[in-house]
């Protein structure tokens, strides 16, 4: 048995029902993480309830087999949570990162696990499961059933799968090790599709979000050294494109194929008057670090906060810091 999952295992022998959460806007790695895991512990026999605060992203439909998440309605869901032998955060530590279901999880009296890569929790809940060497929760998720069962099901390793494409890049990110490799062929071996997944995540672009990255990627800035770059996106450049609603996430990729450029923003204005800033960086700068800074985290290569300011202030917060970063990595 893994040492990591001692305690955790223990609680799903010997609990029954089950609430899985993850985080606000929950991406490739959360969304397969809470599938996986909800599978696995179905086919223990056990009463697992999936609850967002988000619907799934068209890109992760795909995934969807006859068990979608609920979206979280504190009339529906405070009950079921207080009633939940346990509740299980997957790909978040951080209570504030639960949105609407921040108070109902905390109040329920469930004990609540944590299972998550992110380094520094920033919340303790009562188990934490939490390995930062991990490339992904879903490699977290592939290696507890492993513990448990020797293998995964075919159903297990397609949601498992996403996990790793989607916080290795696409296998492209340092996080990306012979380990990893290993894994993604037998998750292959146990049915799932590189193509497939490829095309579901990345090539199901609207025309709108199209025209929008054509316009950001045009606007880029550059710092004098090449070092550094960043784009802004406006409410009216994503009225201008029809792109109102688009997840622009991805577009700050396209900075750091500029050659030389060690460290990318991407600073987006948001409808109530505040900025969600994205980082991204090659090698040992730690953007992480940074994020940490205005209250934000994630990943040493990938980061992100939103600030309670408008765009252009949040240019001039962020950049001077982001200066120094990139000259002293």
Request: one cysteine or more; hydrophobic letters at 40%.
């Amino acid at each position: 048995m893994d040492p990591l999952f001692r305690e955790l295992e223990a609680l799903i022998a010997a609990k029954t029902t089950f609430v899985l959460v993850t985080h606000l806007n929950a991406d490739g790695d959360g969304l397969g993480a809470q599938f996986a895991f909800a599978r696995f512990l179905r086919r223990h026999g056990k009463d697992v309830r999936v609850v967002n605060t988000d619907p799934i992203p068209h890109q992760y439909r795909f995934l969807i087999e006859g068990d979608e998440p609920e979206l979280f309605d504190p009339d529906r869901h405070i009950p079921v949570l207080n009633a939940a032998d346990a509740i299980v955060i997957l790909d978040n530590s951080a209570a504030k990162r639960l949105g609407a279901m921040r108070e109902a999880v905390s109040a329920s009296r469930a004990p609540k696990i944590c299972i998550d890569h992110h380094p520094l929790p920033d919340t303790q809940w009562d188990v934490m499961v939490i390995d930062e060497k991990a490339c992904a929760t879903g490699e977290m998720i592939y290696r507890l059933i492993r513990d448990v069962d020797g293998e995964v099901t075919p159903q297990e390793a397609k949601p498992i799968y996403v996990s790793v494409v989607t916080d290795t890049g696409n296998f492209r990110f340092s996080n990306t090790t012979p380990k990893v490799l290993a894994m993604a062929a037998d998750l292959v071996a146990k049915g799932a599709s590189v193509p497939g997944t490829y095309q579901e995540i990345f090539e199901r672009n609207t025309p709108a979000f199209v025209r929008l990255m054509g316009t950001a990627l045009a606007s880029i800035r550059q710092d004098e050294t090449g070092r550094l770059g960043y784009i802004t996106i406006t409410r009216e450049m994503m009225r201008a494109c029809g792109a109102d609603g688009e997840d622009t996430s991805d577009i700050i990729n396209g900075i750091l194929t500029i050659d030389g450029t060690r460290l990318a923003l991407l600073f987006k204005e948001l409808p109530d008057g505040r900025t969600k800033v994205s980082l991204r960086s090659k090698g040992s700068i730690d953007v992480n670090r940074l994020a940490s800074e205005f209250g934000g985290g994630g990943h040493r290569n990938a980061s992100g906060t939103v600030l309670s300011a408008p765009v252009h202030q949040a240019v001039e917060q962020i950049l001077s810091r982001a200066r120094a970063l990139v000259a002293s990595g």
